[in-house]
């Protein structure tokens, strides 16, 4: 293994979107060795539990604890304090939750960091639009006028404004997004589908050299590794195609 593969390898996050830890944890042996990122979402998260949060650390894997916090300020700082002491690598909250709510998820990691010796202060980013919503969906049903990658790049320039490292979005908006914030503003970037894949729920996908030659910092993807019948063929595959890119 190479330095870009190993490079490419940490910003590829497989999503482990299963029912119970059994299902997750079969995947995460067949994947043994490959130094990639583990995304632990809601289902997960909500069955698992903690525990399963800490034992993929202990086996060394970076975690992005995908639980996209949206509430009130104090109860976001309260349960950004809770998953930074987990020791997540990565979490998300909602930018639609605004400057103040994002705020204070930072400034709850900042205190478990604070209160937590040898404690890393997790990156922390914020969702701006799912790729699961269309303009129709955008403008008609959430209520939000204009063109999609607009609203994204809003919700962009107030999540740096908080003070946050980045945001998950479409890769369709990444180069939009680098103009607006910067390239160092990290870009997470579900809804990646290889060449000739099913694309799902998603509307607004790329393939994943397409998403790094766009600038894109991490990739996020589930189905066509999870769902796949030789998962680690298809990590290796798609790791190649970020190399090549």
Do not use: W
């Not at 190479?2 to 590829?12: D, F, K, T, V």
């Not at 709850?108 to 890393?120: C, K, Q």
């Not at 590794?225 to 595959?237: F, G, H, L, N, V």
Request: proline share 5%; aromatic share 4%.
């Amino acid at each position: 293994m190479n330095a870009s593969y190993n490079e490419m390898a940490g910003r590829l996050m497989v999503a482990l979107d299963y029912p119970d830890a059994e299902h997750a944890k079969a995947l995460v042996q067949k994947l043994e060795g490959i130094p990639c990122y583990m995304k632990v979402g809601m289902q997960l998260f909500y069955a698992a539990g903690p525990d399963f949060v800490k034992e993929l650390k202990s086996k060394g894997y970076s975690v992005f604890l995908d639980v996209k916090m949206h509430d009130i300020p104090n109860t976001v700082k309260g349960g950004s304090h809770s998953v930074t002491r987990l020791g997540v690598d990565m979490f998300n909250v909602h930018a639609s939750g605004g400057v103040l709510m994002m705020q204070a998820a930072k400034a709850g990691a900042e205190a478990a960091v604070a209160d937590t010796p040898g404690l890393a202060m997790p990156t922390i980013i914020a969702v701006t639009q799912l790729t699961s919503t269309s303009q129709d969906v955008m403008n008609h049903e959430i209520g939000i006028p204009g063109l999609v990658e607009d609203t994204v790049v809003r919700y962009a320039k107030l999540a740096q404004q908080a003070g946050l490292h980045g945001v998950v979005a479409s890769s369709l908006e990444v180069e939009a997004i680098s103009h607006a914030c910067g390239s160092s503003f990290q870009t997470v970037i579900p809804g990646i589908r290889p060449a000739g894949a099913e694309i799902g729920d998603q509307s607004r996908v790329l393939t994943p050299g397409e998403a790094i030659r766009k600038g894109s910092h991490y990739l996020v993807v589930g189905r066509p590794i999870t769902a796949s019948s030789d998962p680690r063929q298809a990590a290796e595959q798609i790791i190649e195609e970020m190399v090549q890119a």
